[in-house]
C-alpha cells in the first residue's frame, strides 16, 4: 500500500465523522429546541412582570408550538421513500442541513411575527429530519469497506443517544449566560457548519470516492 492509499483509507474517517456529526446535531437541536423555548421564549405566567418569557401564549399554542416538530417527523417513511425516489439522499441531505439551520437562525424573527408560522416551521423541520436522518444510516452501507459500515452504524446511533445531553446542556448553557435567541443562532450556525463539512468531506457517489478501490467502485453492495 503506497502512501497516498494510506491516506486516502484514513480521510474515510473523516466522511464517517461529518454524517455521525450531523446526525448528532439533529438530536442536540430535537431536545434543545423545546428547552429553549420554555426557558426563555414563553412566559410561564402572564400574569407575573418578573416572568422572563417573551411572549405570553395560551397553553394550546404552547402545546403546539412544541410538539409541531413531531407532527412533521412521523411521516418520515413517506417522505424518505420519495425523496429517494424523486430528488436522491444525497441532495435532500444537503438541502436538510441548509434548510434547518437557517430556520432556526430565523426562529427568533419568525415567533415575533406569529406563533402560527412558528408552528409551521416546526413542522417543516420535522419533515426534513424525517427525510433524511434514514439517510445517516443508509450511506455507511453504500460507502464502507468489509464489515466496517457495521461499526459505522453503531456511532451513529450512539451519536443520536447522546444529542439528548449535549442538547439539553447547550440550549441550558445559552439561555441562562446569554438568552434565548442566542441559542437559535448559535444551533442554526452548527447546522451550516455541519453542511459545510458534508460538502468538504462527503463524496456524492461511491464512483467519485476518494477512499476506495477502482474494483470497489465498481461494486453495487460495497458492504
Keep these: 500500500m503506497t502512501f497516498l492509499d494510506k491516506v486516502n483509507n484514513r480521510r474515510r474517517y473523516l466522511a464517517y465523522f461529518s454524517i455521525i456529526l450531523n446526525i448528532h446535531i439533529e438530536m442536540v437541536a430535537r431536545y434543545g429546541v423545546p428547552i429553549a423555548m420554555i426557558g426563555g421564549m414563553i412566559k410561564k405566567d402572564c400574569s407575573d412582570p418578573n416572568d422572563s418569557g417573551s411572549y405570553c401564549w395560551s397553553e394550546d399554542t404552547q402545546a403546539l408550538v412544541l410538539g409541531a416538530y413531531f407532527y412533521g417527523y412521523t411521516a418520515q417513511i413517506a417522505t424518505a421513500l420519495l425523496a429517494r425516489r424523486y430528488t ?11 434548510l434547518s439551520g437557517s430556520i432556526q437562525i430565523l426562529y427568533p424573527f419568525i415567533a415575533d411575527w406569529s406563533p402560527e408560522l412558528l408552528v409551521i416551521s416546526q413542522v417543516f423541520r420535522g419533515l426534513l429530519a424525517g427525510i433524511c436522518i434514514p439517510f445517516s444510516y443508509d450511506y455507511p452501507a453504500k460507502f464502507s469497506v468489509g464489515n466496517e459500515g457495521k461499526s459505522v452504524i453503531s456511532f451513529i446511533g450512539s451519536a443520536a443517544s447522546l444529542g439528548g445531553g449535549t442538547g439539553a446542556l447547550l440550549a441550558g448553557v445559552i439561555v441562562d449566560t446569554l438568552n434565548w435567541r442566542w441559542y437559535f443562532y448559535v444551533i442554526g450556525g452548527i447546522y451550516l457548519f455541519g453542511l459545510f463539512l458534508h460538502f ?7 464512483q467519485q470516492s476518494w477512499y476506495l478501490t477502482e474494483s470497489e467502485k465498481q461494486n453495487d453492495k460495497i458492504c
Design 88 to 98: 436522491g439522499f444525497f441532495n435532500t441531505y444537503r438541502t436538510w442541513m441548509l
Design 200 to 206: 468538504l468531506l462527503v463524496p456524492r457517489t461511491p
